[in-house]
């Protein structure tokens, strides 16, 4: 193996050069740390840290990480470290440093020394195939340090020599202007240098070689997850700060303090008062509150749901348990799928076309309804196939052998150990259409603000005819809000229409925390569901 | 409820026919009183469907009479009824697609004929939607161009493939083969949780936090950039492809990738030599399914927007942005009409005929695999 | 099985103790009762091999759970070097969980806890600081049921080499011209004549392994092992799915590395494991080592008897 020393079968304590290599990884660390703060602002560039400004700063420590890195390698190929290199780098890192260092060429021939077209190619050409060869050719201790290290120095001599400095300003001279300024470049760039090295002390720490590369990568990929994660979590837990003031503003408890309803003739005072969620939008109101929308998100979801589920079990039944395998279920597949990815603002143009003509002509909840029905459809036929599909042959074969009829093999034996499946696929979909605002926004959508009194009552609606169509409801056919769509028309309504509600920014962020709190709740429920039943299927 | 058809649309015809023979062979073992209970149901539902796209406000009528008839069928017949029923049912779902298919295409058609041009003496529908490059619909000279919003779009969604695709399977290989098992089970249910978030609270938290900032840092003139639009979807769309492409990695066989680490390989090794293509297929749908989420989005791209129609100056200038597909209808249906309107269906056709054949490409990269590997999933 | 181990009345286990001759060190655990089996205590002297030269492996006092369930029960033996060890006995006595635990293949398994020793040359493998690849490469396995990669046969061959950094065939070795693929293929044919695989594939290297027969994946899982030159070569079941002639010629192999290499090898096949071994261990139900030592000496006169009943077919 090119010369490489054999490795022990138990590693020894960790040895000096080792602690280097951590050190390095530590140091990079701290370092994309430190321009990850000064990229959100929470310390500028000029700012002293430590007695000296953040810039140089940066600056000095890049410099002393990529000779840190370039003596580890040096050093493992001059045989004064015991490493267990490859004898190249490999392709996809020469490329990745060719590349970087064809841009770096390029820039700075064009920027800096203001070369023209033919001059910055010729650089960008020239510096690009040097660190491609200086990576790939010489042994992978030096193809895998050099070029890092290399570059981590030049960005921060080009920091400390000010050449790039806290006043830097690079104008793009595009016709629709934008500039690079120091306060963002400094600290992207030094975050950009900061993980290559550390990706190469990495590799410099666990000797090259194959189990360089591991830990290399596995630097990379936990810092990837633990950013991920980070991110998603601060994205919530920032709605949730900004949304609670809003949301329970006003809330008070105690008898006789809510709002008075009827119940089955009685009428009587609930003991608890939310006004952001039991008010509507209203000049007189203490505090602005979005019930309309939420009511009409929870019959936009019972609506769709019950237009989808009985189609989309129907269909999965059919396709599963009577239809031969073949053509026929494969178009039928191939469509359901199809239907699940359509973007959501087609379902909504076909609902602007196909179903508010067809119902009295304007915007409607019914409408709302069914295009938000059509979008579950799909979900629910898939998930429901699924389930069925999951049901052993064992169970239809032995009701079969009983002499009962494919129906009831059906009713009593597939559907019921299905159901787990298909409820949990019903409850994620409907999460989903919870959330939706494309559809509604072109087929239900109603006033921006609306107030207490435009909160649709669909039960009280219903009204008989002897004339066809018999059963007419005018709630369900005329325009009312949805929480999305509320928060839509909020984000884009003009001063004037939103000019009475106070504190909208505090009412914006208290809808947007609402809907999140609806959305996810039915995904957490949905998902909860599917794991219990799951971990309770491998234990049965 | 009254979109119930019996058996209608062109590839259906087959089944209707198996349907028929099979209905035939019934003849000899079902009452006659079964037979005209469900053709009577059939044929009311038939009626009601094209009551329905005829604007008929007589459609209740047979639609009444199918109630009836399934009423009668379900307590007496419940068989035969059940079966029709569930064919009605999957019938129904292809038709949504053919009816989507049909009345956006129809919409569309007179936008696309407006921009008829010869070329030769042939005349080609549609082509000056896409060699102008202006969206004008109401001052003269009117010209609906979508070249600026399918760069729009393009731009959009090139960003945030190139978010979503490498960190979302870096973050799926994480969960599945890297994280302690406590991790796992405790991020993995928050992933697909999150997944859920709706794209309007994106959206909204784009507009009032990422696109301020982003013009102060960048110096732009206004707000609203591809760029920030792009990277939004790309999160947005990263749940979704993390927990797909965590699924189909998590479905290749353990003794695969402890074959590979019992020869002495490590685990990274494994990963990238046996894990992940072994998953090529799941993974590369979980991307797709990121893209196509990425096309298709609406609110983020409509709120974070300038919804002003144009290229940007130069091309690849993501710091600038004017409109997507999308946002373009969001932002335009209400107070579009006639052509303008139409030329909107036009946008939704691109996007629907797109996501459709990434949809049916992804399909087909997962059959050709499973041929491919056989038994081995 | 946990069920019929608690009927075991006392006055049965002294009785049982008393037909083996007196209760044996280290057997607290109640008696063991499948079907057929006599009833017995272990004792140490049985498990006891005197061999000469060094030994590759010593295991000792070797517990394994996979959660509560007690899958091998306090197993000590020594394996020597250069030699064939054949562990036989019936279905789910632990045979290849104690593979497992010699190349730590169990830590894959979550539910699998280990206790006690295992050392290679010495080295305790159950210890910190061990690099499982690098013991890995030392100790191949060939797994019960074949898992070949969805990968071509060649490849399937050369994967652990590459993976090793011994031989590159990759994109930017070809540019730099210092390709291995002569070195590739010379590996390939010699480890798939090993195998007894070369014949029927030498015309479809390229052609995807899972399309193989099972016999066939088999050979393969072995060829791939051997590409790997590992010092031990520890086989669970090789031959399952081989015809007599194929069966036949990996014996053949078996033997043949004898001379260089450590091999352990699990097989259900009586005949075989006398044919080809050394030495032999019995595993008994319950996840026991009952009997340990010279292959023709277990086979001819065992010391216990319920590995005499067990040989003789008379249960298992
Ligand atoms: N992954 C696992 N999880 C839980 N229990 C296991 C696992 N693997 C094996 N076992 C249990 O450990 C015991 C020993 O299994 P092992 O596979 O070692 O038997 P074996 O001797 O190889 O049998 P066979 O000859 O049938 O291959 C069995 O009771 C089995 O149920
Ligand atoms: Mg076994």
Same mark, same amino acid.
């Given at each position: 193996m090119a010369g490489a020393t054999d490795t022990a079968l138990v590693s020894e304590d960790t040895s000096e050069t080792e602690a280097v290599a951590a050190g390095a990884v530590g140091l990079a660390a701290v370092l994309f740390a430190l321009s990850l703060a000064s990229v959100f602002e929470l310390v500028t560039i000029t700012d002293p840290v430590a007695g000296v400004p953040m810039v140089a700063l940066l600056g000095g420590l890049l410099v002393v990480l990529g000779f840190a890195v370039v003596t580890f390698g040096v050093g493992s190929r001059l045989g004064y470290v015991a490493t267990d290199p490859r004898p190249t780098a490999g392709l996809l890192a020469s490329g990745t440093f060719g590349l970087i260092w064809f841009v770096v060429g390029g820039l700075v021939a064009s920027q800096t020394l203001g070369l023209g077209t033919a001059g910055w190619v010729v650089a960008s050409l020239v510096t690009g195939g040097a660190a491609f060869a200086v990576s790939a050719l010489p042994r992978e201790d030096i193809g895998s340090t050099l070029p890092a290290g290399a570059l981590a120095v030049f960005a921060g001599v080009v920091f400390l020599t000010g050449v790039i400095g806290p006043s830097w300003l690079w104008d793009l001279g595009w016709e629709q202007q934008a500039s690079f300024n120091a306060e963002f470049t400094i600290p992207v760039l030094t975050a950009f240098c900061s993980l290559l090295v550390g990706w190469a002390a990495a590799k410099a720490y666990g000797g090259f070689g194959a189990r360089g590369r591991h830990i290399g990568a596995y630097v990379l990929v936990y810092l990837n997850a633990i950013s991920i994660i980070a991110l998603l979590f601060l994205l919530v837990a920032f709605t949730v700060l900004k949304g609670l003031p809003g949301l329970f503003k006003g809330l008070a408890f105690g008898a006789g303090a809510g709002p008075e309803v009827t119940l089955v003739g009685v009428t009587f005072s609930l003991p @608890? #008062?939310?006004?952001? @969620?039991?008010n509507g939008v209203a000049l007189l109101n203490d505090v602005n509150g979005v019930l309309p929308a939420i009511v009409g998100t929870i019959w936009l979801v019972v609506g769709a749901v019950l237009f989808a589920v009985p189609l989309g079990i129907g269909a999965a039944v059919f396709i599963t348990e009577y239809a031969d395998r073949g053509r026929f279920t494969q178009v039928v597949e191939i469509a359901t799928n199809g239907l699940w990815s359509t973007p959501s603002i087609v379902f909504g143009l076909f609902g602007l076309a196909f179903l508010v003509p067809r119902l009295g002509n304007q915007k409607s909840l019914l409408a709302g309804m069914l295009t938000l029905g059509f979008m579950l459809l799909p979900l629910v036929v898939i998930t429901s196939r699924e389930s069925m599909l999951a049901v052993p042959d064992e169970y239809r074969d032995a009701s079969a052998a009983l002499g009962v009829t494919k129906w009831q093999t059906v009713r009593s034996i597939v559907l019921p150990a299905a159901l787990p499946g298909i409820v949990t696929g019903i409850i994620l979909g409907v999460g989903r259409i919870a959330g939706e605002t494309a559809p509604i926004l072109l087929t239900m959508s109603g006033s921006v603000a609306p107030p207490g #009194?435009?909160? @649709?009552d669909v039960l009280g609606g219903f009204q008989l005819q002897y004339a066809p169509p018999f059963v007419t409801n005018p709630e369900l056919m005329q325009a009312t809000s949805a929480l999305p769509y509320q928060l839509y028309s909020l984000i884009t309504a003009g001063v004037g229409q939103s000019s009475n509600i106070s504190a909208i920014d505090e009412f914006r962020w208290a809808t947007a925390l609402i809907l999140l709190v609806v959305v996810l709740g039915f995904y957490a429920i949905g998902i909860a569901t599917r794991y219990y039943f799951r971990s309770k299927l491998q234990h049965d | 409820m009254n979109v119930l058809p019996n058996s209608d649309g062109a590839g259906l015809r087959a089944a209707a026919r198996r349907g028929l023979r099979r209905g035939r062979d019934f003849v000899d073992e079902t009452p006659p009183d079964a037979l005209v209970t469900v053709t009577v149901a059939a044929v009311s539902l038939l009626a009601a469907f094209a009551g329905f796209l005829a604007v008929s406000s007589l459609t209740a009528i047979p639609f009444a009479v199918f109630l009836v008839a399934t009423g009668y069928g379900w307590l007496r017949h419940q068989e035969l009824t059940a079966r029709v029923l569930t064919l009605t049912t999957t019938v129904s779902t292809i038709l949504v697609l053919g009816l989507i298919l049909v009345f956006i295409f129809a919409e569309a058609w007179p936008t696309v004929q407006y921009a008829t041009v010869n070329v030769f003496g042939v005349p080609i529908p549609g082509l000056r939607l896409f060699i102008e490059t202006r969206w004008s619909p109401v001052t003269p000279p009117i010209q609906y161009s979508l070249v600026p919003m399918i760069h729009g779009t393009v731009l959009v969604t090139i960003i945030a493939t190139a978010v979503a695709a490498p960190l979302g399977v870096a973050a799926a290989l994480f969960l599945s083969e890297i994280a302690p098992r406590t991790v796992r089970e405790l991020v993995k249910p928050g992933v697909e949780i999150l997944a859920g978030i709706p794209s309007i609270v994106y959206g909204f938290i784009g507009f009032t936090i990422l696109s301020p900032w982003a013009a102060d840092q960048f110096d732009i003139v206004g707000q609203g950039t591809y760029l920030f639009v792009g990277i939004v979807v790309g999160l947005m769309a990263l749940p979704t492809v993390v927990s797909v492409a965590e699924d189909a990695l998590n479905s290749v066989p353990e003794s695969m990738k402890s074959g590979s680490l019992a020869l002495g390989t490590t685990d990274w090794q494994t990963m990238t030599s046996i894990t992940l293509p072994a998953a090529f297929s799941g993974v590369s749908a979980a991307v797709l399914l990121g893209v196509g989420r990425a096309i298709g989005e609406t609110m983020a791209a409509t709120v974070m927007l300038r919804g002003s129609p144009g290229l940007t100056k130069p091309l690849y200038n993501v710091f600038y942005g004017n409109d997507t597909l999308t946002s373009l209808i969001a932002a335009n249906y209400g107070d579009a009409d006639g052509l303008q309107l139409s030329a909107l269906f036009v946008a939704g056709v691109i996007l629907f005929v797109t996501v459709l054949f990434l949809s049916i490409g992804s399909q087909y990269i997962e059959a050709r695999m499973r041929r491919k590997l056989g038994g081995a999933e | 099985m946990s069920e019929t181990r608690q009927t075991t009345d006392d006055a049965q286990a002294t009785a049982d103790s008393e037909l083996a001759g007196g209760a044996s060190p280290g057997t607290d655990q109640p008696l063991e009762v499948t079907s057929g089996e006599t009833r017995e205590r272990t004792r140490e002297e049985w498990v006891e091999h005197e061999f000469e030269g060094e030994a590759k492996l010593s295991v000792s006092d070797l517990d394994v759970y996979y959660g509560d369930d007690h899958a091998l029960k306090s197993v000590s033996m020594e394996i020597p070097e250069n030699s064939v060890t054949a562990l036989i006995g019936p279905s789910g006595c632990g045979k290849s969980t104690f593979l497992r635990c010699l190349n730590r293949m169990n830590d894959r398994i979550k539910a699998a806890s280990i206790d006690g020793s295992v050392r290679l040359e010495g080295e305790e493998l159950y210890q910190d600081g061990v690099n499982l690849v690098e013991l890995r490469k030392r100790v191949g396995m060939v797994f019960q049921s074949p898992n070949p990669f969805p990968k071509s046969i060649a490849d399937n061959i050369s994967y652990g080499p590459r993976k090793h950094g011994d031989l590159d065939t990759g994109l930017l070795a070809n540019l730099l011209g210092r390709s291995d693929d002569d070195a590739v293929d010379e590996l390939v044919e010699r480890s798939l004549q090993q195998a007894a695989l070369w014949d029927e594939v030498n015309d479809r290297l390229d052609d995807n392994a899972l399309g193989l027969s099972g016999g066939q994946q088999q050979r393969l899982c072995i060829a791939r092992a051997l590409a790997t030159d590992p010092e031990v070569l520890l086989m669970d079941e090789p031959a399952s799915a081989l015809d007599p002639i194929a069966t036949s010629k990996i014996e053949d192999l078996v033997h043949d590395l004898a001379e260089e290499y450590t091999v352990v090898i699990v097989t259900h096949n009586m005949q075989q494991a006398a044919r080809i071994s050394d030495q032999t261990a019995v595993f008994l139900t319950g996840g026991e080592l009952v009997e340990y030592g010279d292959t023709d000496q277990v086979f001819e006169d065992p010391q216990s008897q319920r590995v005499e009943d067990y040989i003789s077919g008379k249960f298992g």
């Open positions: @608890v #008062s939310w006004p952001f @969620v039991m #009194s435009q909160t @649709v | - | -």
